[in-house]
């Protein structure tokens, strides 16, 4: 029964409750590929964007909502009859010039605004599975913003079903793997992340964790302290947005008060050598998203992206999309243009690809497969150099 298959989302939906001991299960192989035995230096140059989107990866930071290609927008616009601000979609496209974070979200919500039934948020999983699986992303944990859509008198259930229907049958017809993470939106309140939390539990187990996203300055973590540490209490997964645009104090605030397993971007740690230390020491990682910083003006010039700096004082960071539909393309874009702009090596690509199985929250069986499978494609690409 492919959904019961051992390592499938299907199988793993219930957490465990965070912290509780695991107990040891000797049949576990948490396989280290063995980076001395590639050849990295017999990699040539130009093969490296072709072994960029051959490598198996997983795609840890992209909100399901800024995977609405504009085509799909207004499609839905019309399948719906919901009016939207734009006249056609290359005057949509046109609009997409970003000058900062809030810039580009109040594009992204009233893209959203067309996901009405439970057939829109399947449709909007299913074309960012199968894109996503083109780019050799074997495990996707994906955000969703459900306040977005309850906040329009959309169903909790409508959401999360449709989400979820898409991920399971991708899992099927394409073998990819995913998970959903629900999204708080921080410019809310905390009361209204309650009720949000509250309106998903009945949906537990189709969704494997919680995160915070939107605008970022101005609304630090500790407006979240509480309803995060219900999360905890749940056993649920803990993500958090961090040093996008805010400064490192909300970095410190994520892992010190949310308890938050991951930073999402984070980039902005490079400015706090003490913070840098916490995130090398705990092996936090971070999931950086290249194109997005660079659409959203966070830096000006892919070249000057200090993605480098951090892997090289030893953070785990994982190359990530975003948003797509918005930022200029999916993972293998971001991978290839920041290799591009930065001369980035064979042996970082690996080190990222490595680092976004290490980050995800797999079971060690399905980490040490796709490993093996990262392992086997680079050792083809340096045998046959
Ligand atoms: N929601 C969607 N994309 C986001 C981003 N880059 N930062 C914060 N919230 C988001
Ligand atoms: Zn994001």
Redesign the pocket.
């Known amino acids: 029964d492919v959904y019961k298959r051992q390592g499938s989302l299907y199988a793993r939906a219930n957490a465990m409750p965070h912290g509780a001991p695991r107990a040891p299960d000797p049949t576990m192989t948490d396989f280290r590929p063995a980076a001395d035995h590639l050849r990295f230096d017999a990699i040539p140059a130009e093969r490296l964007p072709e072994l960029l989107r051959a490598m198996p990866k997983a795609e840890l ?1 992209m ?1 399901i909502e800024g995977s609405l290609e504009p085509e799909l927008i207004f499609a839905l616009a019309q399948r719906n009859c919901v009016k939207l601000p734009y006249a056609s979609v290359e005057d949509l496209r046109r609009a997409y010039a970003f000058t900062d974070l809030q810039s580009f979200l109040d594009i992204y919500y009233a893209g959203a605004s067309v996901l009405l039934y439970e057939q829109d948020f399947y449709d909007m999983g299913r074309a960012y599975l199968t894109r996503a699986a083109q780019d050799n992303v074997v495990h996707a944990e994906i ?1 969703f913003d459900p306040q977005t859509h309850t906040q329009r008198g959309v169903g909790m259930e409508t959401v999360i079903n449709g989400l979820y229907r898409a991920c399971r049958d991708a899992e099927i017809e394409q073998g990819i793997s995913s998970a959903l993470i629900l999204s708080f939106l921080r410019h809310l309140s905390e009361e209204d992340a309650f009720a949000t939390l509250e309106a998903a539990l009945p949906l537990r187990d189709r969704f494997i964790g919680v995160g915070l ?1 939107s605008s970022e300055v101005g609304n630090p973590p500790e407006k979240f302290a509480r309803v995060f540490a219900r999360c905890r209490e749940l056993g649920l997964h803990l993500v958090a ?1 961090a040093g996008e645009e805010g400064p490192p104090a909300y970095i410190w605030g994520a892992l010190d008060v949310l308890h938050s397993e991951r930073i ?2 984070g980039v902005q740690a490079a400015r706090d050598e003490a913070l840098m230390q916490r995130l090398v020491r705990d092996g936090v990682p971070l999931t950086v ?1 290249p194109l ?1 910083n660079l659409k959203l003006c966070v830096v000006s010039d892919l070249a000057q992206h200090n993605l480098p700096q951090l892997l090289e004082a030893g953070l785990k960071v994982t190359v990530n999309s ?2 797509p539909a918005y930022f200029g393309g999916y993972v293998n874009e971001n991978y290839l243009q920041l290799f591009a702009a930065t001369g980035m090596n064979s042996q970082q690509a690996w080190q990222l690809a490595v680092n976004s199985f290490d980050a995800s929250f797999v079971t060690p069986q399905q980490r040490a497969h796709w490993m093996r499978q990262l392992e086997a494609v680079f050792a083809r690409y340096a045998a046959l150099a």
């Open positions: 930071h909100h955000f996203d947005h999402d971007h998203c997005s975003d948003d």
